[in-house]
């Protein structure tokens, strides 16, 4: 079997999404997400300018081999371009593969480790009232795990904070939009958005929360400590994580569980957390961790060290990578919880799928492959769009994480 053919397909019905599609001379085709939010058309050029040459004429089910070949033959290692475009055609070919198997792509991991992929949606409202009141609602749809994130009090706009309670997109304006931060504001209302949610929902439902790097590790372990009495599922990128020994300092502070790793491109980026078991959760993600080849070996080497999977599944990973994500959770031991912000219909519609959701947990389905696709006539109806994540100033102007 060989590959005749590559191309990526670039579409934005509500966002924009980046498609790497692999055909062969058996006419199976296989599709992998490349989509880097902010920086897409960077990957676009990765792979049409420099992945998809060397892809032509090469056996498909070779998908280690091409994995080495793609990472190590470029000599510059590692990096979000690099390893999302690494990532898209690892997916495509564990698809190709499943389909020319005529089995799923979890049956080539190893087979089903669960009934069901426990996922969390996203609760967020401008006060702790709606927050409380959007929280509810995911809990009537069923889901077992709901994060809580809330507006500060004086600032004009937070993360995790939208307009439409259903579907959260940060990337929202042609050139970055400026938000203003105050980490002290931000301390206070936490807990007393903690506080209300556990008296609203009760003892069984897992809460996360998303510091989005905004604290310090002094600031993160007083706020773990001052979650722990509304028992968090974890606390979600404390500080930044370029710094990894931030992490050690936390943890002297607090037993709230702590989650990092969705910026992370490469096992080298998770090893000093989890082998010095600083964190709990590692959310490292198909799309932005080389795909499911290099995120198998993340968790094989996690599950040593009881750390467990919490993937990244935000809006701007296409159903694609959902899909993908999906059939790793769903194969994986140590697999702790999903992301699943849910995609408009218009997205839906563009990537028609087979998983679905009943009652907090994923299905991914018997379809072969990675059981997602992508219409490209659809597709064209819904040309690039530039969008930019917003970036975060202090009340001072200082410039800050976002
Ligand atoms: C999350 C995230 C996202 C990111 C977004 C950036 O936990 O889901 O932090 O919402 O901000 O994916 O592109
Ligand atoms: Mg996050």
Redesign the pocket.
């Known amino acids: 079997m060989k590959i005749t053919s590559a191309k990526v397909i670039v579409t934005c019905p509500g966002r924009n999404f980046v498609t790497l599609k692999i055909m062969t001379d058996e006419g199976v085709y296989g599709v992998g997400d490349a989509t880097l939010?902010?920086r897409e058309l960077s990957v676009v050029s990765y792979l049409e300018d420099h992945v998809i040459p060397c892809l032509i004429g090469r056996d498909p089910h070779q998908i280690e081999d091409i994995w080495q070949f793609l990472y190590r033959g470029a000599y510059w290692r590692r990096g979000p371009v690099t390893m999302s475009a690494v990532a898209a055609v690892d997916m495509a070919l564990w698809d190709i593969k499943g389909k020319v198997a005529n089995l799923p792509v979890y049956q080539l991991m190893g087979g089903k480790c669960r009934t069901g992929v426990m996922v969390y949606g996203?609760a967020n409202g401008t006060s702790i009232e709606d927050t409380i009141e959007v929280a509810q609602s995911y809990k009537a749809m069923g889901y077992k795990a709901i994060?809580i994130q809330c507006g500060v009090p004086g600032l004009a706009s937070t993360?995790?904070v939208s307009k439409d309670k259903m579907f959260?997109e940060?990337?929202d304006a042609d050139l970055p939009t400026e938000n203003v931060w105050s980490t002290e504001a931000y301390m206070r209302i936490v807990p007393k958005l903690f506080a209300a949610a556990r008296d609203a929902l009760g003892d069984e439902v897992h809460l996360l929360h998303?510091v989005?790097h905004r604290l310090t590790p002094i600031e993160a372990g007083r706020l773990g400590r001052d979650l722990e009495p509304y028992r968090p599922f974890w606390m979600?990128?404390a500080v930044v994580a370029e710094n990894q020994e931030n992490f050690r300092l936390i943890r002297q502070h607090t037993t709230t569980p702590l989650a990092v790793g969705?910026?992370f491109n490469s096992i080298w980026d998770c090893k000093d957390l989890i082998q010095n078991q600083l964190i709990d959760y590692i959310?490292a993600t198909v799309v932005h961790a080389g795909g499911l080849t290099h995120l198998k070996k993340i968790a094989a080497f996690a599950d040593i060290y009881n750390v467990r999977t919490g993937c990244?599944?935000?809006?701007?990973?296409s159903p694609v990578c959902m899909a993908a994500a999906l059939n790793f959770d769903i194969s994986v031991p140590n697999f702790g919880v999903q992301?699943y912000?849910r995609h408009t219909d218009a997205t839906d519609e563009v990537f028609p799928h087979s998983y679905t959701f009943d009652k907090g947990f994923m299905q991914v389905n018997e379809t072969p492959g990675l059981g997602v696709d992508i219409d490209e006539d659809l597709a064209a109806k819904y040309p690039y769009q530039r969008a930019y994540?917003p970036v975060n100033r202090l009340q001072d102007g200082t410039l800050f994480n976002?």
């Open positions: 939010n902010g996203h994060r993360y995790g959260y940060p990337a998303d989005h979600e990128d969705e910026i959310r990244h599944g935000a809006t701007d990973l992301e912000m994540l976002w």
